[in-house]
T-cell receptor, first 112, second 114 residues
Framework: SQQGEEDPQALSIQEGENATMNCSYK?????LQWYRQNSGRGLVHLIL?????REKHSGRLRVTLDTSKKSSSLLITASRAADTASYFC????????????FGKGITLSVRP | KAGVTQTPRYLIKTRGQQVTLSCSPI?????VSWYQQTPGQGLQFLFE???????NKGNFPGRFSGRQFSNSRSEMNVSTLELGDSALYLC?????????????FGPGTRLTVL
């Protein structure tokens, strides 16, 4: 089963607006990562937040992590048409040989 | 640095055939993971190789296999192809010394089974 569950499944906004995407997970984690995928292409690593961090920024991206609620959010500020893509959260559980587990993704459409 | 490369980018096969996909990780990355992505199941982990050894394996049948060479390049093989094997196959490499499981993906191989 998927460890990370993103919400909403699809999001459509106007260029310039902010986009907020959420991810919930079930078990403890070492870190949580967000990836972007443009239609049918490979995934691009956006940002990683460790379990002992609460917030992280990278350019127009802001990620928060609440380990007590087992949830994370990705905020894209001042969205652009080029941000149109699918966004995935991925959780890295503890354990030397743990594997990254992806959610099903959120489809973001940014209208020009 | 060059990114992760995968060959071929597109492949069409028929049921019952076998296929081999190739992945070259980013220079210096020793861990390579493979994923299958389909609209219905999303991203499913296939296996991970590190220093030529399989370190982790997902829940796929034995028709799916892989290997890693001494230069860290990896191949995955699918034998006796089924229609349901049609998918985007993604390879990812992990940097040495980076956060565990921070992965850098290739563009994928789109496999169509007819």
């Amino acid at each position: 089963s998927q460890q990370g569950e993103e919400d909403p499944q699809a999001l459509s906004i106007q260029e310039g607006e902010n986009a907020t995407m959420n991810c919930s997970y079930k078990t403890s984690i070492n870190n949580l990562q967000w990836y972007r995928q443009n239609s049918g292409r490979g995934l691009v690593h956006l940002i990683l937040i460790r379990s002992n961090e609460r917030e992280k920024h990278s350019g127009r991206l802001r990620v928060t992590l609440d380990t007590s609620k087992k949830s994370s959010s990705l905020l894209i500020t001042a969205s652009r048409a080029a941000d149109t893509a699918s966004y995935f959260c991925a959780t890295d559980p503890p354990g030397a040989n743990s594997k990254l587990t992806f959610g099903k993704g959120i489809t973001l459409s940014v209208r020009p | 640095k060059a990114g992760v490369t995968q060959t071929p980018r597109y492949l069409i096969k028929t049921r019952g055939q076998q296929v081999t996909l190739s992945c070259s990780p980013i220079s210096g990355h020793r861990s390579v993971s493979w994923y299958q992505q389909t609209p219905g199941q999303g991203l499913q982990f296939l296996f991970e190789y590190f220093s030529e050894t399989q370190r982790n394996k997902g829940n796929f049948p034995g028709r799916f296999s892989g290997r890693q060479f001494s230069n860290s390049r990896s191949e995955m093989n699918v034998s006796t192809l089924e229609l349901g094997d049609s998918a985007l196959y993604l390879c990812a490499s992990t940097p040495r010394g980076g956060a565990k499981n921070e992965q850098f993906f290739g563009p994928g191989t789109r496999l169509t089974v007819l």
